[in-house]
């Protein structure tokens, strides 16, 4: 008997051409889709990872002027913003801490970093990274949109209430605690009571005293602040005695949260820490309470 060599098929041949380059192409789609899918999630998580710390920075920088006494309170802060900052943030506590390293120059670093998941892989995990730089509220020494009155330099304590300009028959050598800004009228300070002077007041400078009491347009003044959430006000901090229309030289500013004026024109409010956007800041200034705003640094 003669054997005959087998042959192929030539359709099995022709499938086999076809589908072994056909699962090829889809596994590389597949792995190709894989990677961009886990491309997009690290991508997403480092995004939520640097807008968490960037609000956690700002937070910490903002409240760096109440811990910066020592090593204690900058661990205290830490704390903080750990403890704070970071569940809400997608912030990992355990690997996310301030650097006071740079603090001398008033920078505040934040570091942190997270673990991620990916969906493709789940055996593995990848890690994202975050490093940001903020510089710290420094003492004021120009300050835009400060109302039209002037305190003595006094030890003030946060919280308590103080005069911060006097009502009818509580005046010396006639003034009241007024400066004239815009102009010298009853309607100037009225004006600059209630939306601030427009210019900025700076550190040496010399201003105007405005004598009398003006009741009125002090009433008047304030109540419209405090019908418009204009409570806080910035003032003068003066070291002079004016007598009359005199000149004073500003020393430093404060910062009061108005919280009644009487019918004698005599305004109370207490004082409080207050940072300021429109406002610059100098190694020299006194430390009285108002601050420049925290501001994160880009390179």
Do not use: W
């Amino acid at each position: 008997m003669t054997l005959s060599p087998s042959r192929s098929n030539p359709k099995s041949v022709e499938l086999g051409a076809v589908v072994i380059p056909f699962v090829i192409a889809l596994l590389s789609v597949i792995t190709i889709l894989g990677m961009l899918t886990e491309s997009a999630l690290v991508i997403h998580a480092r995004h939520k990872l640097f807008n968490g710390g960037e609000t956690a920075l700002l937070a910490a920088a903002s409240l760096y002027p109440d811990y910066k006494t020592n090593s204690t309170t900058q661990a205290q802060l830490n704390t903080l913003v750990k403890n704070s900052y970071c569940t809400n943030n997608f912030l990992d506590a355990s690997n996310t801490s301030l650097d006071f390293s740079q603090i001398a120059s008033n920078t505040l670093i934040l570091t942190s970093s997270k673990s991620v998941k990916v969906f493709f892989f789940q055996n593995y995990s990848l890690t994202v990274q975050c490093k940001l730089a903020a510089s710290v509220p420094r003492p004021a020494d120009g300050v835009g949109g400060v109302a039209p009155l002037a305190v003595q330099v006094f030890p003030y304590v946060q919280g308590t209430s103080y005069v911060i300009k006097d009502g009818g028959g509580a005046g010396s050598n006639g003034n009241y605690g007024a400066l004239s800004l815009s102009g010298t009228g009853a309607s100037d300070f009225e004006n600059d009571l209630k939306y601030g002077y427009s210019g900025t007041i700076s550190i040496g400078q010399s201003l105007t005293t405005k004598p009398g009491n003006m009741d009125g347009p002090t009433g008047d003044a304030v109540d419209y602040r405090l019908a418009h959430n204009g409570e806080v006000v910035i003032v003068v901090m003066t070291l002079d005695d004016p007598s009359g229309r005199d000149s004073i030289t500003v020393y430093g500013f404060a910062a009061f949260q108005i919280t009644g004026v009487d019918s004698h024109g005599a305004i109370t409010g207490k004082f409080i820490d207050y940072r300021v956007s429109a406002a610059t800041a100098s190694a020299t200034a006194p430390d009285s309470g108002v601050y420049t705003k925290a501001k994160l640094i880009y390179n």
